[in-house]
DNA sequence: AACATCAAATGACTAACAGTCAGTAAATAA
DNA sequence: TTATTTACTGACTGTTAGTCATTTGATGTT
């Protein structure tokens, strides 16, 4: 008798509505205004059934991150098919960062922010985990890339590919992050044309990658 | 009559003092888990008084990082003191700001927090402003070191300062920012090595700016 | 069909906290 | 001494995260 079976995809399901729900209202209203009783709503269950799938308002926000990582993970991952060598490989995660970036700029947010949350809510968030961990398996992924460079000479072979992927992934964050931000006063952006910022980046970590010359 | 002089002396006095106070109490909780009533206990005040000088908890807020953006650049503008080209002084103000990161961890949080924010409170919050302004100027001195650099024919004459200046503040964010960060599970640092992995980044940050060969 | 069992959902309730404001105290001026 | 201005207070309000005793409804049993 498949009911616990049933059961248990039914209960998957109703989680991935709520989720949906806290997206709508956390993009909406912005992180910190967004209420459970607006989610609660929004996915039409009252607020303790909310708390029967997630254990707070952090672990829901954890659930979206998790969301948004696993989408940039993907497009990093489409990103490098059909590359033919490790260094185009790696340009191309750096670019499939900054479209994400401008394609998904709520899931970019997302995950910006968790960056810069104090260490480990991991002990006890489920969720906390599991994004962290998505962000291992990306930069895994950019490592992968960066050893095949090295082995296919199109990488400088001096570089060490732990702290090499590390250090280009933390470069691209803080250059994503620093062209998004605006100028006090006037709201401009700091960065009028941020393709031709994006494309001067890489230009300038080719320096630091490339083995020829 | 110097009474009104002396008012807003005392004035700004008591503001610092609760500045400090929010200090104390920001970095022993956490920013989220302190209270305006820990605080105004702290500074030996009662919550009404708070809001005299401040306007809400997120402008006391604003005010630390305020704090911090100056200190952060006076160690910049200290950094480049007595150092021969522009191309030393870009690279001593990378080793600053990974001193700052060192020397003052809760001052750097709070500016990594600061960052990560939606796009400009400054709107309503004078303190905002502030830290926002002084991060224009840091970044207009490292802008400053970049001319002089290509001037002086350190660093490579065809990079544009502008793009260049912030591209270099971006990527030492974001490598600060990654290099700290620790692992799901077992909580231990991203990089174990700090002192070589920024230094690995000055090598890298090199190969884009250096002019010789 | 009637009843028993169990999981899922509810919403009124509590606690904690940001922010307010009518009232008090203290300093200065008259 | 009295009047006026300024600084401060703390009880109060409104909001929101999180809880839990109770209800609803589905599944299985006789």
Same mark, same amino acid.
């Given at each position: 008798m498949g009911t $616990? !079976?049933?059961? &248990?995809? !039914?209960?998957?399901?109703?989680?991935?509505?709520?989720?949906?729900?806290? !997206?709508?209202?956390?993009?909406?209203?912005?992180? &910190?205004? @967004? $209420?459970?009783?607006?989610? @609660?709503?929004?996915? &039409? +269950?009252?607020?303790? $059934? +909310?708390?029967?799938?997630?254990? #707070?308002?952090?672990? +829901?926000?954890? @659930?979206?991150? #998790?969301?948004?990582?696993?989408? +940039?993970?993907?497009?990093? !991952?489409?990103?490098?098919?059909?590359?033919?060598?490790?260094?185009?490989?790696?340009?191309?995660?750096?670019? @499939?960062?900054?479209?994400? #970036?401008?394609?998904?700029?709520e899931y970019y947010d997302v995950i910006k922010r968790a960056d810069s949350m104090k260490i480990c809510d991991c002990e006890n968030s489920h969720e906390a985990k599991k994004a962290k961990e998505q962000g291992e398996e990306t930069l895994g992924l950019l490592k992968k890339c960066v050893i095949e460079g090295i082995n296919d000479r199109s990488i400088r072979s001096e570089l060490d590919p732990e702290i090499t992927s590390i250090m280009l992934y933390g470069m691209s964050k803080g250059v994503i992050q620093i062209m998004n931000e605006v100028m006090p006063e006037t709201g401009m952006p700091l960065i009028q044309d941020k393709k031709l910022f994006i494309e001067s980046f890489f230009e300038f970590a080719g320096y630091g990658l490339n083995n020829q010359k």
């Open positions: $616990t !079976e049933r059961r &248990e995809r !039914e209960k998957e399901q109703r989680r991935n509505e709520i989720i949906n729900s806290a !997206e709508k209202v956390f993009f909406m209203k912005g992180i &910190e205004n @967004a $209420t459970m009783d607006e989610i @609660a709503e929004e996915a &039409e +269950l009252s607020k303790g $059934t +909310l708390y029967l799938y997630f254990k #707070s308002k952090e672990e +829901l926000f954890h @659930a979206i991150c #998790s969301r948004a990582g696993k989408k +940039l993970l993907g497009m990093f !991952e489409e990103s490098i098919k059909y590359k033919k060598n490790g260094l185009l490989k790696v340009k191309s995660i750096g670019q @499939a960062f900054y479209d994400f #970036s401008q394609g998904y700029p």
